[in-house]
Every structure is written in structure tokens, then in C-alpha cells.
């Protein structure tokens, strides 16, 4: 009785030792205060801490737990693995694991397991926390948008090519109403149906009750060898910028919160410029602003400092900058002593206003050699009419006489109006309803 008394008084000690390291892992760094100020945000979330044992989850929020059905004491402590199931694929939990391990974020698609066994495909935006005075990642941010709409993968082991079908709603997948749907024909010699990996497989010899079929690859006959049919989901470009906005909101909070204790907590090795490089424009967003064949930046105005967060080569080319000394700064880099403060006061009351402004501005390269810039900056609307960007056309206009400024007919302003129009067609396209700012 001693014995069982002694043991369960080292159990209740080590888990209030443990529940004390959760709680001290998020009040020192920020103040006792964080937890109320975390639970206004509705985003589904979790914070981590890496250097605990296990990596364990020290904050969840509601929207975490209503979205996976557990309980916030059955989440805190634990490694966020238990999400994890026999078809989350392994691929994408290295590609996390990697990230962790360089300290850098990430965003994944990831198949996911509900409390009750559900799966559900989410948006994942790993974001890691810096400590200024300690040097090193602290904490790690993990942000998840469900998705809805999923797509069927069949690769060819042949040719490596990928067909797509879509699929309405993809819990369905799991097998759970497609199971059902083909039970009633069991007496069927050959009845198909898919699980969670989608990967297509017989039952035969099924004499009504199907858990005792036998199962058998229907890729066996010769036309379908080598091709593998996977279950995939693709987060659409409005629920991308969704989580971005949220992890934004959520480092800004841990940073405001981190100056009440005086130990300043970034969300990067330097803010802007690492929030930046979280890539907050989509790929195929990229893809087409890639297309434009006009000197011109992408400015985020919902980030700290409006950092630049695309330049385009010829950008690149006419500042002798590249792109990774550009990402996360604010244009004024390219001003200098001779630059001209009116042009500059008349730029920010432009933006302050969200109107379009055009002026001839002396700006500096790199090497430090100057050049005349006939600059336009005009801000950049989503599908809700809401500013998601601001865009500054840049045109080198130093040894341009005044008569001679047209080309094939367009004079500088129309093909600077050009790019904009240009621009805003990609990101409206492209970027969707997008989050509400």
C-alpha cells in the first residue's frame, strides 16, 4: 500500500512539474496575460515548444479543438503527431520535420485525424519565433486552414504524369459512405471501392458480409500496371492568403506582448523581412507576375513597415539588388541624400489615402550611382475590394529627354498604367476573395 502510494505521489508530482513547464513556457517569454489575448483569435492554432522534451503543444486554441474534437487537456503536452494517421503521408511530415530542424516555416497540405477517427485535409503554416535576446527559436506557430475541395491523383509509374479528377468533399474518401454505398451490392463478384490513400482495390468472394472479403489489387490485369491512384488536396489561393493573415495577426500579438516582459520575441531573424519570405503570394501568383515585362514591385501594407514581398527581374536589373536583399525591405532603400522629401511625403499621403500617385523621384542603385525614376505606385485590389497590395512601376527615364519619352506610340504613364492593369487582372484572378482586412 506504501509502494502504490509513493508511485502515485510521483505521478501527480511529475505531471504538475510538467503542467508548470507548459505554463512558465508561454508566460515568460510574453506575460501571464498571453492565454486571454491568444483566445480572442478564432483561427484554429497551436504554439509549440521546441526546446521541451518531445516538442510538446503548450497552447491550443478553441478553434483547434472544436475542428479536432479533443479537449484542451488532452492536447497540451503532447506532440502534435497524434494528428497524424496510416495515410497522412510521410513525405509531407519530413518536409515539417526539416523545416523545424532549420528553423525556417513552411506550408503544407496535410491529411489529418480527427478524436473520432475522421480525417480532414488542412492548410498548414509553420511559423517559427525568435528570441532577440536569446538568439534562437523559441517557440514554433502552427496555423491550419480545413480544405474542402480535394482532388484524385493517378500517377503513371511509366511516365510520371498525374491526372486529376475532383472530389465534392473529401472525408468522404475515408471509405466511410463509399463502404456503405457498396455494401448493398456484396453479391457482386467484383465490387470497387476506395480508401483514405484512394488507392483502388477488388473485393471478391464476398458473401454478404464484407468484412470477410478477400482483397485484391485491380491494377493486377496488364493495362493498368504501374499506376497508383493517391488522394490529394490543394488549398485554394483565398484559404493561402487566410492562414498568412492569421499567422501575421498572431506573430504581431506575440511580439506586442513580448515588450510587456522586455524580452523581445520576432517572428524572424529580422521581422518584416522574414515574413516576408513566408512567400505570402501565391506560386501561381508569382507565375504571373513573372509575365510582365515592366520593372515594378509588390508591397505588403498589412505588414509591419509595408516590406516588399515580389520584385520583378527587370527590378532587379535596373537596382543592381537581388531579389533576396529586396524581399522584406521598404522601398525607401533606394532613396538617398539627394532624394527629393516632397516626393517622398506625397507617396505616403497617397497610401494613406489608397489613391495612385505618379512622380519623377531620384532614387540610387546599389553601387551607389543615382538614376532619374518616373515612378508610379497605385494600390492593388482583391475580388472583395479590399487593398491587398500596393504596386510601384519603376521607369529609368535618366538619359530620356523630355520629347523623346514614348515608345511605339505609348508614352511612359500608359505603359507604367499598363503593368498596373496587369497586375491587379493576376492578383484579382489569382488571390480570390482572399481574407477581409
Excluded at 510521483?10 to 506575460?31: G, I
Aim: aromatic letters at 8%; a neutral charge.
Amino acid at each position: 500500500m506504501g509502494c502504490e502510494l509513493l508511485v502515485e505521489g510521483s505521478r501527480m508530482s511529475t505531471e504538475s512539474s510538467s503542467s508548470k513547464l507548459l505554463e512558465e513556457s508561454l508566460n515568460k517569454p510574453y506575460s501571464n496575460s498571453i492565454r486571454e489575448a491568444l483566445d480572442q483569435y478564432e483561427y484554429n492554432f497551436v504554439i509549440t515548444d521546441p526546446y521541451l522534451l518531445d516538442h510538446p503543444i503548450v497552447y491550443a486554441s478553441e478553434g483547434f479543438l472544436k475542428m479536432t474534437g479533443y479537449s484542451r487537456g488532452e492536447v497540451l503536452g503532447r506532440n502534435s503527431r497524434f494528428l497524424q494517421g496510416p495515410e497522412t503521408d510521410r513525405r509531407t511530415v519530413l518536409e515539417i520535420r526539416e523545416a523545424i530542424r532549420q528553423e525556417k516555416s513552411c506550408q503544407v497540405s496535410i491529411l489529418n485525424y480527427r478524436k473520432d477517427g475522421t480525417t480532414f485535409w488542412n492548410f498548414f503554416h509553420l511559423a517559427p519565433m525568435f528570441s532577440k535576446e536569446e538568439g534562437r527559436v523559441i517557440h514554433f506557430l502552427g496555423l491550419q486552414i480545413p480544405i474542402s475541395q480535394c482532388s484524385r491523383v493517378c500517377r503513371s509509374a511509366a511516365t510520371n504524369k498525374f491526372s486529376c479528377s475532383t472530389d465534392r468533399n473529401c472525408p468522404t474518401c475515408v471509405g466511410k459512405d463509399l463502404f456503405n454505398q457498396h455494401a448493398s451490392s456484396a453479391n457482386s463478384s467484383s465490387n470497387l471501392i476506395y480508401f483514405g490513400s484512394c488507392r483502388r482495390e477488388f473485393f471478391r468472394d464476398c458473401p454478404g458480409d464484407m468484412g470477410h472479403c478477400g482483397v485484391y489489387n485491380s491494377f493486377a490485369d496488364d493495362s493498368n500496371k504501374g499506376i497508383e491512384e493517391k488522394h490529394t488536396c490543394e488549398a485554394k489561393e483565398s484559404d493561402k492568403q487566410k492562414a498568412l493573415t492569421g499567422v501575421t495577426d498572431i506573430l504581431s500579438e506575440l511580439a506586442h506582448l513580448s515588450m510587456l516582459t522586455r524580452k523581445t520575441v520576432l517572428n524572424g531573424r529580422c521581422e518584416s523581412a522574414d515574413l516576408a519570405r513566408l512567400t505570402p503570394i501565391s506560386s501561381s501568383l508569382s507565375i504571373a507576375l513573372s509575365r510582365i515585362q515592366q520593372s515594378f514591385v509588390l508591397a505588403e501594407p498589412h505588414l509591419h513597415d509595408m516590406p516588399i514581398v515580389y520584385a520583378s527581374n527587370l527590378f532587379l536589373q535596373l537596382t543592381g539588388y537581388s531579389r533576396d536583399e529586396v524581399l522584406g525591405k521598404n522601398c525607401r532603400f533606394l532613396q538617398g541624400q539627394d532624394t527629393n522629401q516632397a516626393d517622398i511625403t506625397k507617396i505616403r499621403q497617397s497610401i494613406e489615402v489608397e489613391q495612385s500617385c505618379t512622380v519623377h523621384i531620384l532614387n540610387y542603385r546599389k553601387d551607389g550611382s543615382p538614376f532619374w525614376n518616373h515612378l508610379h505606385t497605385a494600390p492593388v485590389r482583391n475580388a472583395s475590394g479590399k487593398v491587398a497590395f500596393y504596386v510601384g512601376v519603376q521607369l529609368d527615364v535618366t538619359d530620356i529627354e523630355e520629347e523623346k519619352k514614348t515608345d511605339n506610340g505609348m508614352t511612359l504613364n500608359m505603359k507604367q498604367l499598363g503593368a498596373v492593369g496587369a497586375v491587379r487582372v493576376a492578383v484579382r484572378s489569382l488571390l480570390g476573395v482572399g481574407p477581409s482586412r
